[in-house]
């Protein structure tokens, strides 16, 4: 079979309000976001497993409220004093050395001035390494809501979005036997779909239930 050479192209991942599909599993994240007058001191967490949209939701309630989004290598070196908006912090549980110390700031600036901070994470505050015993206090005060793990649905949805990004077209019938049958983990979504992707362009085939099929069974080990 002939074989197509295959360019590292960046994927274009849509971040629009329109494109999150919201279901039994995050209605209550979603709603909660939309809601920032309702968070205790103005603070929430946003916890959930790898690809299951945080960055999604924080890039649109930044939108909604003229908020800053940050990633932690952003607070380093940060005026924190200077600060006049509302902020999002996308991967918080990954901040270490003195990114905490500026996200202790943080903390205490949102207080001050009335703005709210959203913090995104794949895991609950208590969990989170922080060196800092004000800050993991702090952490660990602070109102928290979480993205469970898919149902079907919701998988579907994710499946279509992540082949949508690619730019590449799939039937019906491979989302739904692909939502079927594989492991219900938005990572495994990310994962799946690049190597689906990655097969369709080198094997110049479009991405049906047949070659969902054999890419999940190679996948598992089943497969050549």
Same mark, same amino acid.
């Given at each position: 079979?002939?074989?197509?050479?295959?360019?590292?192209?960046?994927?274009?991942?849509?971040?629009?309000?329109?494109?999150?599909?919201?279901?039994?599993?995050?209605?209550?994240?979603?709603?909660?976001?939309?809601?920032?007058?309702?968070?205790?001191?103005?603070?929430?967490?946003? $916890?959930?497993?790898?690809?299951?949209?945080?960055?999604?939701?924080?890039?649109?309630?930044?939108?909604?409220?003229?908020?800053?989004?940050?990633?932690?290598?952003?607070?380093?070196?940060?005026?924190?004093?200077?600060?006049?908006?509302?902020?999002?912090?996308?991967?918080?549980?990954?901040?270490?050395?003195?990114?905490?110390?500026?996200?202790?700031?943080?903390?205490?600036?949102?207080?001050?001035?009335?703005?709210?901070?959203?913090?995104?994470?794949?895991?609950?505050?208590?969990?989170?390494?922080?060196?800092?015993?004000?800050?993991?206090?702090?952490?660990?005060?602070?109102?928290? $809501?979480?993205?469970?793990?898919?149902?079907?649905?919701?998988?579907?949805?994710?499946?279509?979005?992540?082949?949508?990004?690619?730019?590449?077209?799939?039937?019906?019938?491979?989302?739904?036997?692909?939502?079927?049958?594989?492991?219900?983990?938005?990572?495994?979504?990310?994962?799946?779909?690049?190597?689906?992707?990655?097969?369709?362009?080198?094997?110049?085939?479009?991405?049906?239930?047949?070659?969902?099929?054999? $890419?999940?069974?190679?996948?598992?080990?089943?497969?050549?």
């Amino acid at each position: 079979m002939v074989r197509q050479l295959i360019l590292d192209l960046p994927v274009r991942t849509s971040l629009d309000r329109g494109d999150f599909f919201v279901s039994e599993v995050n209605h209550l994240a979603l709603s909660r976001l939309e809601m920032p007058a309702t968070w205790p001191d103005g603070k929430l967490v946003l $916890v959930g497993p790898e690809g299951a949209g945080k960055t999604h939701l924080a890039h649109i309630w930044a939108e909604q409220e003229g908020a800053r989004l940050m990633q932690p290598p952003d607070l380093e070196g940060l005026d924190i004093g200077s600060l006049q908006d509302s902020v999002a912090v996308d991967d918080a549980d990954r901040i270490e050395g003195t990114a905490e110390r500026a996200l202790l700031h943080l903390h205490n600036q949102v207080a001050a001035s009335g703005h709210c901070l959203l913090l995104t994470a794949r895991r609950a505050p208590r969990h989170w390494k922080a060196g800092l015993p004000d800050l993991r206090s702090r952490m660990e005060a602070t109102d928290v $809501v979480r993205i469970d793990t898919p149902d079907e649905d919701l998988l579907a949805a994710v499946l279509m979005k992540l082949f949508a990004d690619r730019q590449n077209a799939v039937t019906p019938s491979a989302i739904s036997w692909l939502a079927r049958h594989m492991e219900r983990s938005f990572a495994e979504a990310q994962r799946i779909v690049a190597a689906i992707d990655a097969r369709a362009i080198a094997e110049r085939r479009k991405v049906t239930r047949d070659l969902a099929a054999e $890419v999940l069974d190679k996948h598992r080990g089943k497969g050549p």
